[in-house]
């Protein structure tokens, strides 16, 4: 099973223009944020039920992922955590591998390790946790389709 349906794209301009370039070229590679890389996740929107893509930072451990609500350090979580939660179902791009995972936002000791494990793929991670009050969640991605 695919995210599929009617596609909306981010009104975020340098969301939209990565998302366009991995769409025409198949891959993420070369899509890079502060020239570290990133994947590229579909999921559906949950108030619009359109399916929506967004890039993250690449934090990838043994086949999982991690997808940090970050927001730059911003008071309020990004549109796509909410969506994720509600239907944790997603698509991750690599490369140009693209598989289903499935979402869950971890705590304690698990998010300790995550989160150790985002700030050495992103090191911004650690100031944007200072410059906000929030909690940043963590997401792990669990593959559910099995590896090409």
Do not use: C
Request: hydrophobic share 40%; glycine share 6%.
């Amino acid at each position: 099973m695919t995210v599929s349906g009617d596609y909306e794209p981010s009104a975020l301009d340098f969301v939209r223009e990565h998302v366009e370039q991995i769409m025409r070229t198949g891959t993420t590679d070369g899509v890079t944020m502060k020239d570290r890389p990133t994947v590229l996740l579909t999921y559906r929107g949950a108030k619009t039920g359109k399916v929506r893509k967004t890039l993250v930072m690449r934090v990838e451990h043994k086949g999982h992922y991690a997808a940090v609500a970050s927001k730059a350090g911003m008071a309020t979580n990004p549109h796509w955590y909410a969506s994720v939660l509600a239907d944790p179902v997603i698509e991750l791009q690599d490369g140009a591998v693209t598989r289903q995972f499935k979402a869950r936002e971890v705590f304690g000791s698990e998010k300790q390790l995550w989160w150790r494990r985002a700030v050495d793929a992103f090191p911004d991670y650690a100031d944007y946790q200072r410059k906000t009050d929030r909690q940043i969640p963590v997401l792990v991605l669990e593959p559910v389709s099995p590896a090409p």
